[in-house]
């Protein structure tokens, strides 16, 4: 099941998600609380991987690759989201590594003229019975080689 709201744009590289940005989402300015901003990318990174098999299903996951931890976020704010309604996620891999990741991320609007925030987010595939690294899977690396920038 797909989480788009419409077709996504192409992209040179990496996946453009569209997610919604709710009332709730905003602060007491009228505009995107910082902190959601981390909330919306795991949403489009969730929608994204769902989406081709990589997910909880049943209240299960999928593959051990759900199973990963985030290490590191960081975003600069750019401009203002001013009000309800769809924002595009633009995300690729800069680095996938044995049991890592580092994702990079944009926000923008869904004409692409404005972007409103980017980042950096990384994540390490953990051993769920030891909390250790674990490499990533064959199935997560076919996967993700489709997000790496080249």
Do not use: C, K
Request: charged fraction near 20%; avoid cysteine; charge should be negative.
């Amino acid at each position: 099941m797909s989480h788009a709201v419409a077709e996504q744009p192409a992209v040179e590289y990496g996946h453009v998600e569209r997610t919604m940005v709710h009332f709730d989402d905003l602060d007491a300015l009228g505009i995107l609380h910082n902190a959601r901003y981390a909330l919306l990318l795991e949403r489009a990174l969730t929608a994204y991987w769902s989406d081709r098999g990589v997910a909880y299903q049943a209240g299960r996951a999928s593959t051990p690759d759900v199973f990963h931890a985030v290490r590191e976020f960081t975003i600069s704010y750019l401009a203002p989201v001013t009000g309800t309604g769809p924002v595009a996620v633009h995300f690729w891999l800069e680095q996938l590594g044995t049991s890592s990741a580092r994702y990079a991320f944009r926000f923008h609007s869904i004409d692409g003229t404005t972007t409103y925030a980017e980042g950096h987010r990384a994540v390490v595939r953990l051993d769920p019975a030891t909390l250790r690294p674990a490499p990533w899977t064959d199935t997560a690396r076919a996967v993700a080689t489709t997000l790496l920038r080249t």
